[in-house]
C-alpha cells in the first residue's frame, strides 16, 4: 500500500505492486546477466590463485615475499569479496 497526496491535499492511497519493482522478465534477465558477471569473474580469480601459487613456489621458503605477491593476493581478495556481493544479489 502506498500513501500519497493528491493536488488538491487529500490522501491517496493506492493499492499494488510498487511501480519501481522489476517485473518476472527483468528479473530473470537480471539474475542471468548476474550469472554470467559471477562465472566470469570466478575464472579470473581462479586463473590469479593458480598464478599466485605458481610465483609462491618459485620463491624461496626462507625469504620475505615480494610486494607483487602481495599486490596480487589482494587483488584475489578484492575480485573474491565481489563475486560474494554479487552472489549475495
Same mark, same amino acid.
Do not use: C, W
Given at each position: 500500500?502506498?500513501?500519497?497526496? +493528491?493536488?488538491?491535499?487529500?490522501?491517496?492511497?493506492t493499492?499494488?505492486?510498487?511501480?519501481?519493482?522489476?517485473?518476472?522478465?527483468?528479473?530473470?534477465?537480471?539474475a542471468?546477466?548476474?550469472?554470467?558477471?559471477?562465472?566470469?569473474?570466478?575464472?579470473?580469480?581462479y586463473?590469479?590463485?593458480?598464478? +599466485?601459487?605458481?610465483?609462491?613456489? !618459485?620463491?624461496?621458503?626462507?625469504?620475505? +615475499?615480494?610486494?607483487? +605477491?602481495?599486490? !596480487?593476493?589482494?587483488?584475489?581478495?578484492?575480485?573474491?569479496?565481489?563475486? !560474494?556481493?554479487?552472489?549475495?544479489?
Amino acid at each position: 500500500m502506498t500513501i500519497g497526496r +493528491l493536488f488538491d491535499g487529500r490522501p491517496r492511497v493506492t493499492e499494488g505492486k510498487n511501480p519501481l519493482e522489476p517485473n518476472a522478465s527483468t528479473r530473470a534477465a537480471l539474475a542471468e546477466q548476474n550469472r554470467k558477471a559471477i562465472k566470469k569473474d570466478v575464472e579470473a580469480l581462479y586463473n590469479l590463485a593458480a598464478q +599466485l601459487k605458481a610465483d609462491v613456489e !618459485k620463491t624461496d621458503s626462507t625469504a620475505v +615475499l615480494s610486494l607483487a +605477491l602481495v599486490k !596480487k593476493a589482494e587483488e584475489i581478495e578484492t575480485l573474491a569479496k565481489h563475486i !560474494k556481493g554479487l552472489a549475495k544479489s
